[in-house]
């Protein structure tokens, strides 16, 4: 399968051993990724979320990755390599990609080699980065808890590969509806890793330890955690963070492990670190372009495209979606987010968490399009186009013109009942009422008819009881030669009155040239 800006195979030879490498991006930086369990570096470009990821990468830095020995399109061996031997081929790929020195990230159970190889040959390492990992990845357990792991783990082998594999739904929770995904990580499992090489690495992953050589770690280390990763816990990087002697933790919303999920989330930290700036640019890579209408209806369009309501996840990710729009570039507490979702939820932990779920499906709609710290959460309005903002610019220029041109409809119709839907209706529909009247009272000075009946029938679109606006109806009707239709509005407005109990007047008897 030929997949566009795909990088060519490599290869660098240690003991008689090939390890297979790649090497792309611009950037003035030189970053070296170790690699997680099992991983086919050929095969990760066949998909978009890789690919993006391989962007925002390559745009501020030359990348270097590689599969492990036994894995990959590197070479099978007997026995898997030790941390030392895997230290040793990890310094033979960036001296055959030609890397005297590096940033150098460890992802997931990559981590603790990369901390070898700052430990062991700091002259290598500029900084040190942890993406879901730590110095152990299994903590001081007892044999019931042990039992109950070694059960999930041996679920997780016995499936690998398999139409049935469990790998997304625990590496990658945000992605399990994706059918396509699913599809295709099966047999990238298969491309990666045999079950024999597979048993042995989750084998040598449980009595991996580096905790000894992190007080030798002396570059800047930088750690990247989601909080409710569900296959390296937050407690191995919290640990890590607390013996590095120069280091800190960034604590991520979500629960997805694996790095090709929510990439903006953590790679603007990681950019950070590395180049001193984040530049990602408003487009996506590829030209992906993100825009969210509440005018009308919910919607959001990705590249010309309505994202399905299917391709949410729930229900709860819509919703946070649309209160997080309807606040435009305000944030949001958090606390207010889970009331609104979970207002009878006592449990704060649980609470937390459901709602880090609940991020990380929105920003894999979005591509990212969001900010978040640990008390409020808001759109990222450089990552998104909003059709509120351009309105709300309108607005505040006083432009009664485009005020008008820029509003489509009631913001959020559907949401009739939610009082924040109704507040932002409300206080939108009489900022474009105003406009709205300014400029029909303009045309009724003018006597220009159409307009006017325009104007009124927008008017009463947002409040059906206007009664300014169904007189400044008939009248134009009237002087415009449209009795017949002056008629049935006057008709129209009787029933409106009659409804709210007022005595309505005879519009069609009223003096039509006297001022409004």
Known sequence: ?????????????????????QTWGTGPARVVVVPPLAQ?????????????????????????????????????????????????????VMDAAGVERAHVLGISEGGPVAIALAATYAERVETLALLGSGARTVA????????????????????????????????????????????????????????????????MIEALDVRPLLASVSCPTLLLHRRDDGVVPIARAREAAAMLPSARLVELDGRDHFAHVDIDAWVDHYERFVA?????????????????????????????????????????????????????????????????????????????????????????????????DRDAVRLDLDAVELDL????????????????????????????????????????????????????????????????VAHAHALLDLDGFDERAHEMLVRALVADGRRGEARAAAARYEDCMAELGVRARDLLAADTSSPM
């Open 1 to 21: 399968m030929e997949v566009e800006g795909r990088s060519p195979v490599r290869f660098a030879r240690v003991d008689g051993a090939a390890i297979a490498y």
């Open 140 to 203: 001081d357990e007892s044999d019931e808890e042990r039992d109950e792991r070694q059960a999930r783990v041996g679920i997780f082998h016995r499936l690998w590969g398999t139409d049935d594999s469990v790998t997304v739904d625990v590496f990658a929770p945000s992605l399990a509806g994706d059918a396509g995904y699913r599809a295709w990580n099966s047999r990238y499992e298969r491309q990666s890793a045999t079950p024999a090489a597979l048993r042995e690495l989750l084998d």
């Open 40 to 92: 086919n570096i050929e095969l990760t470009w066949e998909r978009p979320e890789y690919r993006a990821l391989f962007a925002r990468l390559g745009a501020f830095a030359h990348v270097v990755h590689f599969d492990k020995r036994g894995t990959g399109a590197s070479d099978r061996t007997d026995r898997m390599p030790t941390v030392d031997q895997r230290v040793e081929d990890l310094v033979a």
């Open 389 to 452: 903002v351009a309105l709300g610019e309108a607005i505040a220029a006083g432009d009664d013109e485009a005020t008008v041109a820029r509003h489509a409809g009631p913001v959020l119709p559907e949401e009739a009942y939610e009082d924040w839907a109704i507040a932002a209706r409300h206080r939108i529909g009489a900022a474009v009422g105003s406009a709205r009247r300014r400029l029909a009272g303009a045309a009724l000075a003018e006597e220009r008819w159409p307009d006017v």
């Open 276 to 372: 001193g700036t984040v530049t990602r640019p408003r487009a996506r890579p590829g030209g992906r372009e993100v825009r969210i209408e509440t005018m009308g209806g919910f919607a959001v369009v990705v590249d010309g495209e309505p994202v399905a309501a299917g391709a949410w996840g729930s229900r709860q990710a819509r919703l946070v979606c649309k209160r997080l729009a309807l606040a435009v570039d305000r944030p949001v507490p958090r606390d207010e987010l889970a009331d609104m979702l979970w207002p009878d939820e006592t449990d704060e932990t649980r609470r937390s968490a459901r709602l880090s779920v609940v991020l990380s499906g929105i920003r894999r709609v979005l591509g990212g399009g969001l900010v978040a």
